[in-house]
């Protein structure tokens, strides 16, 4: 069988769009390296009326919601293995080595803390210093759900007709371009439209032996053997929920933290999260910077760093090094030059004020965008957005401003809106008020948890009504308590809405509605009462 009949039995819509209800035009077929591709779209013009360049949350979304507006869609997807070897299916890092597995490791600390707390309710749980997790079947039950993520995902664009090709993307003119397949051989498609999905990969810093010896979260999620005691260095979201969890699991992590922990969130709030983490025994080391790290005939890691304020030098010897100094944009790989894109940043990231290139007809969605929220649902609903545009006739853009997320460490942390630095950067301190306290969950005192670092807080503005700026949240299902005021912050809530908003008790989340103390006043925001 020829290769073009071979690839006109596989293609969803052979030869005819059922979407369209009418036949094909006469095949026009592509050849790069002898390999053929489909044929041209009713036009004669294109192969695809949209080409999504990766495969992860916001360039399935913008496909799926781009077929279900009538075009034809193609998909491209490529994982290049980490420097670790590690490599996984389609659906990008979210599903992969991001956003999911983390919060199932996340939810296994958690149970693992809640059977020590048992007792204090009244299980008899024998031998509690015996409790320990078993890493192999952990990582194997996350990576299942993976593994049936990345399955229906794939069923599910074959269900809905987008050609899913597994190569590595580039441009070779502004609406062609050529898929490297993983057995080295070529593909050549054109697209009327073309999205940039590509999303980006962990950086590794510039010292011996970081590539040779050390994992990131691309590789920690599925983990051959127990990561033991570890190093982690950098203190942004990924860092501190990686050693959070690791923590909670048994394995004892320490964190260099160059400047300031979770960088770009509330430092009032972060200094909260790295508290609780201290008192869990995650040691952290501030204003310190690797150096190098060595393999020692052991197979142990020695790992050197500095304090860049005393310039001390210290080590420490460690099973494993996990780098999440932050992640870098996969645009180099894309030869964006090509197709005539060089609204690039410093970066290399992306700048699309409203996903749109210098291109017109190339756009770009996701974590590749310069200056845009690194979250999946972000992502997802851009895509979607952008999809009603293109096909749908829709003029909606996305709303970047007020989007809520959470940092999953050992308490969570969970906010939308503005920071109050950046409240008060932006509005001035004498125009913001800033309401706050302490709270006591009521599952925490039985066991009697640390409550230390329970807390919140409204960032608004003084005058009246006194429009909310930021809510932040520090406490347990941080995530689930924030993502309801999220919507209230959209439609504009003040604080007397706020106020006069009558809690669930008891709940974490109705602590929001009992604020009253500002910071200004100097009063005390410990609570006296549960109930009253």
Same mark, same amino acid.
């Given at each position: =069988?020829?290769?073009?009949?071979?690839?006109?039995?596989?293609?969803?819509?052979?030869?005819?769009?059922?979407?369209?209800?009418?036949?094909?035009?006469?095949?026009?077929?592509?050849? *790069?390296?002898?390999?053929?591709?489909?044929? &041209?779209?009713?036009?004669?013009?294109?192969?695809?009326?949209?080409?999504?360049?990766?495969?992860?949350?916001?360039?399935? &979304?913008?496909?799926?919601?781009?077929? %279900?507006?009538?075009?034809?869609?193609?998909?491209?997807?490529?994982?290049?293995?980490?420097?670790?070897?590690?490599?996984?299916?389609?659906?990008?890092?979210? +599903? /992969?080595?991001?956003?999911?597995?983390?919060?199932?490791?996340?939810?296994?600390? @958690?149970?693992?803390?809640?059977?020590?707390?048992?007792?204090?309710?009244?299980?008899?749980?024998?031998?509690?210093?015996?409790?320990?997790?078993?890493?192999?079947?952990?990582?194997?039950?996350? !990576?299942?759900?993976?593994?049936?993520?990345?399955?229906?995902?794939?069923?599910?664009?074959?269900?809905?007709?987008?050609?899913?090709?597994?190569?590595?993307?580039?441009?070779?003119?502004?609406?062609?371009?050529?898929?490297?397949?993983? %057995?080295?051989?070529?593909?050549?498609?054109?697209?009327?439209?073309? @999205?940039?999905?590509?999303?980006?990969?962990?950086?590794?810093?510039?010292?011996?032996?970081?590539?040779?010896? #050390?994992?990131?979260?691309?590789?920690?999620?599925?983990?051959?053997?127990?990561?033991?005691?570890?190093?982690?260095?950098?203190?942004?979201?990924?860092?501190?929920?990686?050693?959070?969890?690791? /923590?909670?699991?048994?394995?004892?992590?320490?964190?260099?933290?160059?400047?300031?922990?979770?960088?770009?969130?509330?430092?009032? =709030?972060?200094?909260?999260?790295? /508290?609780?983490?201290?008192?869990?025994?995650?040691?952290?080391?501030?204003?310190?910077?690797?150096?190098?790290?060595?393999?020692?005939?052991?197979? !142990? @890691?020695?790992?050197?760093?500095? /304090?860049?304020?005393?310039?001390? !030098?210290?080590?420490?010897?460690?099973?494993?090094?996990?780098?999440?100094?932050?992640?870098?944009?996969?645009?180099?790989?894309?030869?964006?030059?090509?197709?005539? +894109?060089? #609204?690039?940043?410093?970066?290399?990231?992306?700048? &699309?004020?409203?996903?749109?290139?210098? *291109?017109?007809?190339?756009?770009?969605?996701?974590?590749?965008?310069?200056?845009?929220?690194?979250?999946?649902?972000?992502?997802?609903?851009?895509?979607?957005? @952008?999809?009603?545009?293109?096909?749908?006739?829709?003029?909606?853009?996305?709303?970047?401003?007020? *989007?809520?997320?959470?940092?999953?460490?050992?308490?969570?942390?969970? #906010?939308?809106?503005?920071?109050?630095?950046?409240?008060?950067?932006?509005?001035?301190?004498?125009?913001?008020?800033?309401?706050?306290?302490?709270?006591?969950?009521?599952?925490?005192?039985?066991?009697?948890?640390?409550?230390?670092?329970?807390?919140?807080?409204?960032?608004?503005?003084?005058?009246?009504?006194?429009?909310?700026?930021?809510?932040?949240? *520090?406490?347990?299902?941080?995530?689930?308590?924030?993502?309801?005021?999220?919507?209230?912050?959209?439609?504009?809530?003040? =604080?007397? !809405?706020?106020?006069?908003?009558?809690?669930?008790?008891?709940?974490?989340?109705?602590?929001?509605?009992?604020?009253?103390?500002?910071?200004?006043?100097?009063?005390?925001?410990?609570?006296?009462?549960?109930?009253?």
């Amino acid at each position: =069988m020829s290769i073009a009949m071979n690839f006109m039995e596989l293609c969803p819509h052979k030869s005819t769009c059922s979407r369209f209800g009418k036949p094909r035009p006469n095949l026009r077929l592509h050849s *790069v390296a002898g390999e053929m591709m489909k044929p &041209a779209g009713e036009d004669g013009a294109y192969d695809y009326d949209l080409a999504v360049i990766g495969g992860g949350s916001g360039g399935l &979304a913008c496909a799926k919601e781009a077929v %279900n507006q009538g075009a034809r869609v193609a998909v491209l997807d490529y994982v290049t293995p980490s420097p670790q070897g590690t490599k996984w299916g389609l659906g990008g890092t979210c +599903v /992969n080595v991001g956003c999911i597995p983390k919060k199932l490791m996340h939810q296994a600390a @958690l149970l693992g803390e809640s059977i020590h707390e048992a007792v204090a309710y009244g299980w008899q749980v024998p031998a509690l210093d015996q409790i320990k997790i078993n890493w192999a079947a952990l990582t194997e039950s996350v !990576q299942n759900h993976i593994k049936s993520v990345n399955w229906v995902t794939r069923v599910d664009l074959r269900d809905k007709k987008i050609d899913y090709i597994n190569g590595l993307g580039e441009f070779k003119d502004p609406h062609t371009i050529i898929a490297t397949m993983k %057995n080295g051989s070529k593909k050549e498609l054109t697209a009327k439209n073309i @999205l940039i999905a590509v999303g980006g990969r962990p950086h590794y810093p510039d010292i011996p032996g970081a590539i040779e010896y #050390c994992i990131s979260s691309d590789d920690i999620f599925s983990l051959g053997h127990p990561p033991g005691k570890t190093l982690v260095v950098g203190a942004g979201y990924i860092g501190l929920e990686c050693a959070g969890f690791l /923590n909670s699991l048994g394995f004892p992590a320490t964190v260099l933290i160059r400047s300031v922990p979770l960088r770009g969130f509330d430092q009032q =709030m972060a200094q909260m999260v790295t /508290n609780e983490m201290e008192s869990k025994g995650v040691k952290l080391q501030h204003k310190c910077v690797p150096l190098s790290v060595e393999k020692l005939e052991t197979g !142990q @890691l020695k790992a050197k760093w500095l /304090n860049t304020e005393t310039q001390e !030098q210290s080590e420490d010897v460690f099973d494993t090094v996990l780098i999440a100094t932050g992640r870098y944009a996969l645009t180099k790989q894309l030869n964006l030059d090509a197709a005539g +894109v060089n #609204c690039l940043s410093e970066s290399g990231k992306v700048i &699309a004020e409203t996903e749109q290139t210098n *291109v017109p007809h190339i756009y770009a969605v996701g974590d590749v965008l310069e200056g845009r929220p690194e979250l999946t649902p972000v992502a997802i609903h851009a895509g979607r957005l @952008l999809a009603r545009r293109l096909f749908g006739g829709s003029t909606q853009l996305m709303d970047y401003d007020n *989007v809520a997320t959470t940092v999953f460490t050992p308490l969570e942390y969970g #906010c939308v809106g503005l920071s109050e630095e950046t409240a008060v950067q932006r509005h001035g301190a004498d125009n913001i008020e800033v309401y706050h306290a302490y709270y006591k969950p009521t599952e925490f005192f039985i066991p009697q948890r640390n409550i230390r670092n329970c807390y919140l807080k409204a960032v608004a503005r003084r005058e009246q009504p006194q429009r909310v700026l930021g809510l932040h949240f *520090v406490g347990p299902v941080a995530g689930e308590v924030i993502q309801g005021f999220a919507a209230a912050i959209k439609c504009g809530i003040t =604080m007397e !809405q706020l106020m006069n908003t009558v809690g669930i008790h008891p709940t974490v989340a109705e602590e929001f509605t009992r604020l009253n103390i500002t910071k200004r006043s100097g009063k005390d925001p410990n609570p006296a009462s549960c109930c009253s």
